[in-house]
């Protein structure tokens, strides 16, 4: 069975940045298509990036030019570089498998504020 666990979240500052991990077990990173999701209060939860078993990445439109999805197959994790961080990004991010499974993990809060 899949298992994620998602980690780095916190408190920043608009402008700032984080760096998101997501551990995964159960598959290899390397052969799936992995993808980090987001829900902020009130709202749907959201497709931000994603990354294919080829390598392939594609983003939303809010995040482009802002946001990197990566992989360490060594480490079997996905990462989410988050740079420019503005307080529209606040949410509890989670990743998944894509398309995703039933099953999702607590994810972690980012709160971009003064």
């Known amino acids: 069975q899949v298992h994620v666990v998602e980690s780095g979240g916190g408190l920043v500052q608009p402008g700032g940045s984080l760096r998101l991990s997501c551990a995964v077990s159960?598959?290899?990173?390397?052969?799936?298509?992995v993808a980090w999701h987001r829900q902020a209060l009130g709202k749907t939860r959201e497709l931000v990036a994603r990354?294919?078993?080829?390598?392939?990445?594609t983003y939303a439109d809010s995040v482009k030019d802002r946001f990197t999805i990566s992989r360490d197959n060594a480490k079997n994790t996905v990462s989410l570089q988050m740079n420019s961080l503005k307080p529209e990004d606040t949410a509890v991010y989670f990743c998944?498998?894509?398309?995703?499974?039933?099953?999702w993990g607590q994810g972690t809060q980012v709160t971009v504020s003064s």
């Open positions: 159960g598959i290899r990173v390397a052969f799936n298509a």
């Open positions: 990354i294919n078993s080829g390598g392939w990445t």
């Open positions: 998944n498998l894509d398309p995703a499974t039933p099953s």
